[in-house]
């Protein structure tokens, strides 16, 4: 069992940046490809981003490609999304997600991964 915890969600102007975090508990970090994907009210999760399990491939939704940077730590355990130039459409619980297994592609589907974090909040005022 596998556990994840984000942290780094908060309030944020149009225009900022934020840096989220997800901490896993688990000794072999490395083997799970890892992805973060957005709830907004009322609609249904989606995925933002993924992570190859030794980092060497990234894959992003087209509504956040070029302001979202996906990246992971395996040494801590950690990976990370730095969002800059956050849009009120970027509003949502931000969930991290690991799917065990060195796949060669980054799974992009919430039915791929094994694991997920209790979401935290980012809220974009206009």
């Known amino acids: 069992q596998v556990q994840l915890v984000e942290s780094g969600g908060g309030l944020v102007q149009a225009g900022g940046s934020l840096r989220l975090s997800c901490a896993a508990s688990?000794?072999?970090?490395?083997?799970?490809?890892m992805g973060w994907f957005r709830q907004a009210p009322g609609k249904e999760r989606k995925f933002v981003a993924g992570?190859?399990?030794?980092?060497?491939?990234?894959t992003y939704a087209d509504s956040v490609k070029g302001r979202f940077t996906i990246s992971r730590d395996n040494a801590k355990n950690t990976m990370y999304l730095q969002m800059n130039s956050l849009k009120p459409e970027d509003t949502a619980v931000y969930y991290c997600?690991?799917?065990?297994?060195?796949?060669?592609?980054?799974?992009?589907?919430?039915?791929?991964?094994?694991?997920w974090g209790q979401g935290t909040q980012v809220t974009v005022s206009s």
């Open positions: 992570i190859k399990w030794n980092g060497g491939s990234t």
């Open positions: 688990t000794g072999i970090f490395s083997s799970y490809a």
């Open positions: 997600a690991a799917d065990f297994g060195r796949q060669a592609r980054v799974p992009t589907m919430t039915a791929e991964y094994d694991y």
